[in-house]
């Protein structure tokens, strides 16, 4: 759950405002506005543990990485650096993008898990973040429909392949076709959220 703070007199921040701010506070800062960062829900940790669990064993051994949040992605340092963004997984190939404080650039794939609060940023304000930052692949849990939706990008750089991956559907990378994980073990495993 995140919600925007106003502060004055300034309008837009930066990467240097945003790594000034208190530590005990998570945010991200999407296009200079700093949204607060609360805690995730028990059925969102769950996701994020065994989707990190199952990508962390597939890049062993390769030159890729896997993080999870709270850990900083700069997607756009080199144009006004006002876009500080705390995925819920992320993979970085390029190793040159590593930072001891989080990433510089474009992770390769971003995972997003959907909360009450977040549905639109995620769906719509980092799905266009992400598509102009250049990630090859967006991948976003919806926990109370328990499916995925997964978007890659075309020949043009934008998100225009959209697969949507059931709770028995088995989930696929277009930039690793050797990486399956079967989403019916994940989804039975986790408890079914009530409905609202």
Known sequence: MSR??????KERFTYADYYS?????RYELIEGVPYVMSSPLQIHQEILMEMSVQLYAFVKGKPCKVFIAPFDVRLNPDDGDDTVVQPDILIVCDKSKLQDNGIKGAPDVVFEILSPSTTKRD?????????????????IADPHNRVMY???????????????????????FGIFPE???????MWGDIRKLPAN
Not at 4 to 9: C, K, L, M, R, S
């Open 21 to 25: 701010w208190d530590d005990d506070v």
């Open 4 to 9: 925007a703070i106003y502060q004055e007199p």
């Open 179 to 185: 990486l399956k994980i079967p989403l019916s073990s």
């Open 123 to 139: 769906l719509d304000d980092k799905f266009n973040l992400y598509e102009r930052a250049g990630v090859k692949e967006y991948v």
């Open 150 to 172: 997964a978007y890659r990008r075309d020949a043009e750089g934008r998100f225009s392949i959209r697969k949507i991956y059931g709770a028995d559907d088995v989930l696929e």
